[in-house]
C-alpha cells in the first residue's frame, strides 16, 4: 500500500514500525457546538483508511482526541451560563450521534486534554529542563530557534513563516513565531495548578503529549484536515521531537478542503453548515458515500445538487443489495458448470478494488469497481441462476462494501396489514385475470411509495 507523506511531497510504500501493527493519530473535534461539514471530511476518511487497514489484516490502534478546554469553550460557557465541562460533556455526547450516523467507528481511546493534565505539565517541564520552552509571567512558550528542522513539514523556513503566517502577536515572546505551551488563567476560566502558576494547556501541545501517552514517541500515521499541517502540526513534531530526539510520525496524511457551493466555507457568507443541519435533509449516509467519491486528498464542492446525486447512487447499489438478497431467498441449486467462469470473475472486482485503495486510498475508483461489480451482477445473475452463485455475488458485494462501511443499514421493510392486504388483493385479480383492477392496485402502491416486481418466483417490492 502507497500513501502520500506530506513530509516527504510523495507517494511512499506504507511499512509499519512494528510488523502487523499500526499506530494511528487523527486531530479531534474542539467540543464546543455540533461539528461541521468541514470536520466531517477527515474524520470519514481516515475512519475508513483506518479500516482498510484492518481489512487488510493489520491491528490498529487509533486515537482520536477531544479538546475540551478552549477559549471557543469558556466562550460558550460564559454565554450559556454553565461551565466549561458542561459544555464539552453535551457536545461530546453530541459528537458521538453524528458520528455514528456517518458510520463512524469508535476509535480505540477517545482521550480528552482535562484528563492529561498532569501528562500536558510534565511534557512541559522536560522541554523547559532542556532549555526549548521558557517562561514570562505565568506563560510558556517554545522557542523555534532552537528547534532547527522547524517548518519542514510545511516546508517553509522560520523568516518565511514569520513573513507570511497569521501568528499571534505577543510582546511576552523572545521570537514571532514561537507559540504557547501553558496559559496563565484569566478571570472566569477554568485552570490548573502548575509549577508557572495556575493555568491551562495550549492547544498544539495536547496532541503531542496525548499521542505519545496512547501510542508510544513515534507512531505510524498522523493524520487531520489540510487546514492543520501549519501551525498545528507543525508545532506538534517540533515540541513532540525536541523532548525525545526521535522523529514523531512517519506518515503525515492531510485531506483537502471543502467548498460550499463553490465558495469558500465561512460564517459570514452564511454558508456554514453542521452534520447536524443535513441531517434534516438526508440521511447520514448519504454524506459519507459523498466523500468516499472523491479522492482525499482533492478538494470537493458540497451541494444540495451532489447531495441529491449521491443519494441517487447509494439507491442504486441498496437496490441491487435488495434484488441478490431477493435471488438468494428464492434461488436453489449448487454453482452450474457454466457459472465457474462467473464466480471466477467475481474476485478479479476484489483485486481491482484492493489495488484501488492501495493506491493512497483512492476510493473514488474503488467505488467506480463496486458499480462494475453491480452492472456485471444484474447482467449475469438473475431468477435462473444457481443459489451457490447468488449468494458469492451477494458475498463479495458486501464485502466491498463493507470495507467502506456503506450499504449496510438494513431498510424497514416491515409492511403493514393494509399494504400486504393490498398486494394480496392485487394478486387475486391477476388470477381473475381483472388486469385493470390489479393496475389500479398497483398505481395505488406506487402512490404510497412501494414498488412492485413481477418475478417468476413471485413479487418483488421494494420502498421508493
Known amino acids: 500500500m502507497k500513501l502520500y507523506n506530506t513530509l516527504t511531497r510523495q507517494k511512499e510504500e506504507f511499512i509499519p514500525i512494528e510488523e502487523g501493527k499500526v499506530k494511528m493519530y487523527v486531530c479531534g473535534p474542539t467540543v464546543y457546538n455540533y461539528f461541521h461539514i468541514g470536520n466531517a471530511r477527515p474524520f470519514i476518511m481516515f475512519d475508513t483508511l483506518r479500516r482498510y487497514l484492518e481489512y487488510r489484516g493489520y491491528e490498529v490502534t487509533y486515537v482520536q482526541n477531544f479538546t475540551d478546554v478552549d477559549d471557543k469553550i469558556i466562550n460558550k460557557a460564559n454565554e450559556e451560563g454553565i461551565t466549561s465541562q458542561e459544555v464539552a460533556d453535551k457536545y461530546i455526547k453530541e459528537y458521538f450521534v453524528d458520528a455514528d450516523a456517518l458510520g463512524i467507528k469508535r476509535a480505540t481511546v477517545h482521550p480528552r486534554v482535562t484528563e492529561n493534565i498532569n ?66 488563567k484569566k478571570e472566569g476560566e477554568p485552570g490548573w495548578d502548575s509549577p508557572w502558576g495556575e493555568g491551562r494547556p495550549g492547544w498544539h501541545i495536547e496532541c503531542s503529549v496525548m499521542a505519545s501517552r496512547y501510542l508510544g514517541e513515534t507512531i505510524d500515521i498522523h493524520a ?10 507543525e508545532n506538534e513534531i517540533a515540541q513532540s521531537e525536541a523532548k525525545s530526539g526521535k522523529p514523531f510520525a512517519r506518515y503525515w496524511i492531510h485531506n483537502g ?54 443519494e441517487s447512487g447509494l439507491e442504486r447499489l441498496y ?22 467462469q462467473l464466480k471466477e470473475k467475481l474476485n478479479e472486482f476484489k483485486q481491482k478494488f484492493i489495488e484501488n485503495m492501495d493506491d493512497d486510498l483512492n476510493t473514488a475508483d474503488a467505488i467506480s469497481v463496486i458499480f462494475e461489480l453491480v452492472r456485471f451482477i444484474n447482467t449475469n445473475i438473475d431468477e435462473n441462476s444457481s443459489l451457490e452463485i447468488a449468494q458469492s455475488a451477494y458475498e463479495m458485494f458486501k464485502e466491498l462494501t463493507g470495507v467502506l462501511n456503506i450499504v449496510n443499514k438494513v431498510k424497514n421493510n416491515i409492511i403493514d396489514e393494509e399494504i400486504e392486504k393490498m398486494i394480496e388483493q392485487r394478486q387475486i385479480a391477476k388470477k381473475e385475470k381483472n388486469f385493470k383492477l390489479a393496475d389500479e392496485i398497483r398505481d395505488k402502491l406506487k402512490e404510497m411509495g412501494i414498488i412492485l416486481e413481477d418475478t417468476r418466483q413471485g413479487v418483488k417490492w421494494r420502498r421508493i
Open 224 to 233: 487531520g484536515g489540510q487546514d492543520l499541517t501549519f501551525p498545528h502540526h
Open 319 to 340: 437496490n441491487a443489495k435488495d434484488r441478490l438478497e431477493f435471488l438468494i431467498q428464492n434461488g436453489n441449486g449448487s454453482l452450474k458448470e457454466e457459472e465457474k
Open 119 to 184: 501528562e500536558i505539565i510534565e511534557f512541559i517541564k522536560d522541554l523547559e529542563s532542556k532549555g526549548i520552552a521558557y517562561e514570562v509571567n505565568g506563560d510558556v512558550y517554545f522557542d523555534t530557534k532552537k528547534f532547527d528542522d522547524y517548518g519542514k513539514l510545511s516546508k517553509q523556513n522560520i523568516e518565511e513563516l514569520e513573513l507570511g503566517a497569521r501568528i499571534e502577536v505577543s510582546e511576552k515572546k523572545n521570537n514571532p513565531m514561537d507559540f504557547v505551551l501553558w496559559k496563565s
Open 257 to 310: 478542503y471543502i467548498n460550499i457551493n463553490n465558495e469558500k466555507m465561512s460564517k459570514s457568507k452564511g454558508n456554514f453548515f453542521t452534520v447536524r443541519d443535513i441531517s434534516k435533509e438526508f440521511d447520514l449516509e448519504v454524506v459519507r458515500f459523498f466523500m468516499l467519491s472523491a479522492h482525499y486528498k482533492n478538494p470537493v464542492n458540497f451541494s444540495d445538487e451532489m447531495l441529491k446525486q449521491s
